[in-house]
C-alpha cells in the first residue's frame, strides 16, 4: 500500500529569472523561513553571480539563520563594492557586534547611522559604544 505524501513545495518563479527568485526569496525572508530562501537564492546567483539583491538576500538569510561568519564575508563583499551601502553597512555592524567584535562593529554601525538618520541605527551605535567602554 503507498503512503499518502504532500505535494513538494514550489515556489513560484523561483529559479527562473533573478527578479522572481529576489520577489520570492524576498517574501520568504520576511516570513522567517531562511533555509528556503537560500534553496532559492543560489541557483539564481549560479546563472547571475554579481546580482546585488540576490547577495543581498543571502547576506540576510545567513545573518537570520546566525551563519554569522558567511552573514559576515557576503557583507564585508557588499561594503568594498559600494561603499554608500548603508543596509549592507549596518547589517555587517550588527553581524560583527553579535560575533561580539565590538571595536570592528562600531565604525560599520556609526556610518551607518549617520548615513540613514535612522534612530534605530543611532540606538546600536550607542549600545556597542557602551560594550567598547566597559571592555
Same mark, same amino acid.
Given at each position: 500500500?503507498? &503512503?499518502?505524501?504532500?505535494?513538494?513545495?514550489?515556489?513560484? *518563479?523561483?529559479?527562473?529569472?533573478? &527578479?522572481?527568485?529576489?520577489?520570492?526569496?524576498?517574501? !520568504?525572508?520576511?516570513?522567517?523561513?531562511?533555509? &528556503?530562501? !537560500?534553496?532559492?537564492?543560489?541557483?539564481?546567483? &549560479?546563472?547571475?553571480?554579481?546580482?546585488? *539583491? !540576490?547577495?543581498?538576500?543571502?547576506?540576510?538569510?545567513?545573518?537570520?539563520?546566525?551563519?554569522?561568519?558567511?552573514?559576515?564575508?557576503? !557583507?564585508?563583499?557588499?561594503?568594498?563594492?559600494?561603499?554608500?551601502?548603508?543596509?549592507?553597512?549596518?547589517?555587517? *555592524?550588527?553581524?560583527?557586534?553579535?560575533?561580539s567584535r565590538h571595536r570592528e562593529a562600531l565604525p560599520h554601525l556609526r556610518l551607518a547611522a549617520a548615513m540613514s *538618520?535612522?534612530?534605530?541605527?543611532?540606538?546600536?551605535?550607542?549600545?556597542v559604544e557602551r560594550l567598547v567602554e566597559g571592555h
Amino acid at each position: 500500500m503507498d &503512503e499518502l505524501r504532500p505535494p513538494p513545495i514550489v515556489f513560484p *518563479g523561483a529559479g527562473s529569472r533573478p &527578479e522572481s527568485a529576489y520577489r520570492t526569496a524576498y517574501d !520568504l525572508l520576511s516570513r522567517r523561513a531562511p533555509k &528556503e530562501a !537560500l534553496e532559492v537564492i543560489e541557483p539564481a546567483l &549560479e546563472a547571475d553571480p554579481d546580482n546585488r *539583491g !540576490l547577495r543581498s538576500l543571502r547576506a540576510w538569510a545567513f545573518y537570520i539563520r546566525v551563519q554569522l561568519q558567511k552573514a559576515t564575508d557576503e !557583507l564585508t563583499r557588499l561594503v568594498e563594492e559600494d561603499p554608500s551601502d548603508t543596509w549592507a553597512r549596518h547589517t555587517l *555592524g550588527r553581524a560583527l557586534e553579535r560575533q561580539s567584535r565590538h571595536r570592528e562593529a562600531l565604525p560599520h554601525l556609526r556610518l551607518a547611522a549617520a548615513m540613514s *538618520g535612522d534612530v534605530e541605527h543611532e540606538v546600536d551605535v550607542l549600545r556597542v559604544e557602551r560594550l567598547v567602554e566597559g571592555h
